[in-house]
């Protein structure tokens, strides 16, 4: 035989190494096809000897191997002489030939030993198979490597599960994950095996339909991935998408929306995160088969406690199932709903054959829903941490569809913006659960949970030619449509529409525009409307970023949304506008230059003069702090520059030496002055084409200049630099990193410019990037 390309120790092929010909394609038959010629080349590097036996496991073993896949093998005997050199016979050839290889010699006495100590070895030892040799000592090893891991089973899989978790927690969830590893991580094809050796134990049919048609999805991906790059590797990159999917014949349909991203490896990303979802949400049910036959060993004559938890719900050993009177010829439409309402609120799972029941039988839910299950969703949205799996279970078995017909649309949509964790499905399930920890402050919970739900309702959508492509504008009236759908009056249904609408509002305004302007404030006022929305968008926000993932939040975010709100709700309730903040009195009293540091604030005051602000932010990017906001102010011939920083390596500078910078460049050093500029064009970004935006009417005395452009150390220096060049005074600046781009906002000093002078400042901001 003529063994396929594969790699050498090293992971990368070698100019000598051999190729199975015409056998590198993706499938089953490919796969079968490679085992076959790795097997006929093998057989031919035993010789025929009583008491030998050459064995195949992991991939080989199972007949799945893929392009670029390894070679596991065990060279088992009874004990026969001169078998190290009958398996150097074998090893040599294997790694002359530039293939890995994970190899061991053993008696079966030895095998099943090590197997009994190591839980991996047993599980490799279910997969083993005859390649050449003695049959007889292979099928030995076989049957009573199986017959072992039955009778220990039980007893060995919380070490199994144990070093599973550790696992995952390395690699991560594939479900959810925009580059996992198709083997180690969670979901993906290690976790089969684990379901194939529960099986195999005869605990649970843990390989159902559905997971057996995941794992050959996933097989195919990994082929296609070796495919594509040419080697072993289980990490599907980005770059690595798109041909992978060409290869599997996936394509994004041409109506796919902005937020996909639009191209052939989303439909990848939600191939393989269904395909994760399934086998883990098969492999949590087999863990907990696993738990109640270990329970019933344990306690002897073992009787499942049956207690009633809702309507028509029942816990029967520590699941839910149906009660005998709700299965009948007609069942409820609301069953379903009502049935995961069950779980969420108990926090227990619902039995595979009543979800599998639910599914075959229980009828689609009018429009608009009966009140009763509208209320269970509500439960359902409301149990906090419960939802989570329940969800997912009755996501798995085809009830959410049933319920809303928008979910497919949803599910396991990438989100390629680094701070999102989830895909958009599981998104919209999290921050409704983290809703329900806000639910005490607002009068109307349950329009919190449902918009909640559904605020990123509109990724997804196609952008209408020539209107909005914002996701929140299209997804209100999706928003809307369901909440008219799941029963709710017309009048709460359009304040779904507007929280959906607004849910971005507060921490964009937040951080990008100045919260002492009057304009600010009446015009957030006059978008929310009333208190009562202004109170469901405030609770909608912070759940909107719980959800969203650590970096989505902070401290200082969360100060500059609750300092909006507060100022909003005084104007909503008093129609006077709260009072701009005074300046800090020691900034007016003190000798000049003054320079106070307290944590995160950063105050100076000089003597006035142009370019104050671009030099206080030089000297903080100097000492490598991210200015977050910016005043500037001129006070009885003061210049004021107030500064909320944070450290851009998570390590805060010497205050020692950044109080002695700033007092040396207030004053006009020289020798600062130039190191400044020295660290800016240094910093100097690239990436994508930086982009201005003008705002006309966002601030009472002041235009508003808006640039998005790709972060680095030192732009607000530089930017603050060229408008004062351009003879511009810059009253404020609010700064807003998202991801590895910022959209900063200068207010600047004065009314609208023409035409001409807005191209001039808009060269010079985009130059100085």
Known sequence: MTPSTTENASGTPGPDTPVVDGVDGVGEAARRERADRYDRWLSTLLPDRDGVALVAVGGLGRRQCAPHGDLDLVLVHTGVPGIDELAAGIWYPVWDARLRLDHSVRTVGEALSVALDDVKVSLGLLDARHVAGDRRVADELVRTAADQWRRTAVRQLPALRETTESRWQAHGDLAFLLEGDLKEAAGGLRDVGILRAIATAGLTDALRPAVRAAHLRLLDTRDALHQQVGRRVDRLLAQERDGVARLLGLRQPPSAGPDTGGHDGDV????????????????????????????????????????????????????????????????????????????????????????????????????????????????????????????????????????????????????????????????????????????????????????????????????????????????????????????????????????????????????????????????????????????????????????????????????????????????????????????????????????????????????????????????????????????????????????RVQPRYGLAPDPVALAADLRRALVGDVSVTQRLRGRALAARATGAAPRVVWHRDAATDAVLLELRAADAAGLLYRVTSALDAAGVEVRAARISTLGGDVVDAFYLVGGWPDDAERARLEAAVLAAV
């Open 268 to 643: 990848l990303l939600r191939r393989v995160a269904g395909d994760a979802r399934t086998v883990s949400h098969a492999l949590d049910d087999a863990w907990r088969a696993a738990d109640r036959l270990r329970g019933r060993r344990r306690g002897g004559d073992h009787r499942p406690v049956r207690r009633p938890v809702a309507r028509d719900v029942v816990e029967h050993d520590g699941e839910l199932v149906l009660a005998r009177t709700a299965i009948g010829a007609r069942p409820d439409p609301a069953l379903s709903l009502r049935v995961a309402a069950a779980a969420a609120v108990t926090r227990l799972p619902i039995a595979r054959a009543t979800c599998e029941w639910l599914a075959a039988y229980c009828p689609p839910l009018p429009s608009p829903w009966p009140s009763e299950a509208r209320a269970a969703l509500v439960t359902l949205l409301g149990a906090g941490p419960g939802l989570i799996p329940a969800w997912e279970t009755c996501d798995r078995y085809g009830l959410v569809d049933g319920w809303l017909p928008v979910w497919p649309r949803l599910r396991s949509l990438p989100q390629h913006n680094p701070v999102h964790r989830w895909t958009v499905d599981r998104h919209l399930v999290q921050a409704a659960a983290e809703a329900s920890r806000y639910a005490r402050e607002v009068d109307r919970p349950d329009l919190l949970l449902i918009g909640a739900f559904l605020h990123d309702v509109g990724k997804g959508l196609p952008g209408v030619p020539g209107g909005p492509t914002d996701h929140s504008t299209l997804g209100a009236p999706v928003a809307e449509a369901v909440a008219t759908r799941i029963g709710l009056p017309p009048a709460e249904a359009a304040l779904i529409g507007t929280l959906v609408r607004l849910h971005l509002l507060l921490p964009d305004v937040a951080t990008r525009r100045d919260l002492g302007d009057p304009v600010t404030i009446t015009r957030v006022a006059e978008a929310v409307g009333d208190p009562t929305t202004l109170d469901l968008l405030y609770a909608l926000v912070r759940a909107d970023a719980a959800a969203t993932g650590p970096a989505a939040w902070s401290d200082w975010k969360g100060r500059l949304v609750a300092d909006l709100v507060t100022r909003v709700r005084t104007a909503l309730d008093t129609g006077v506008l709260p009072a701009p903040p005074a300046p800090d009195p020691a900034l007016l009293a003190e000798p000049l230059p003054v320079v106070h540091l307290d944590g995160e604030r950063v105050a100076v005051a000089a003597a006035d003069r142009r370019g104050l602000l671009a030099t206080v932010a030089g000297c903080l990017a100097l000492h490598r702090l991210e200015v977050l906001t910016a005043d500037a102010s001129i006070h009885d011939g003061r210049a004021l520059v107030e500064c």
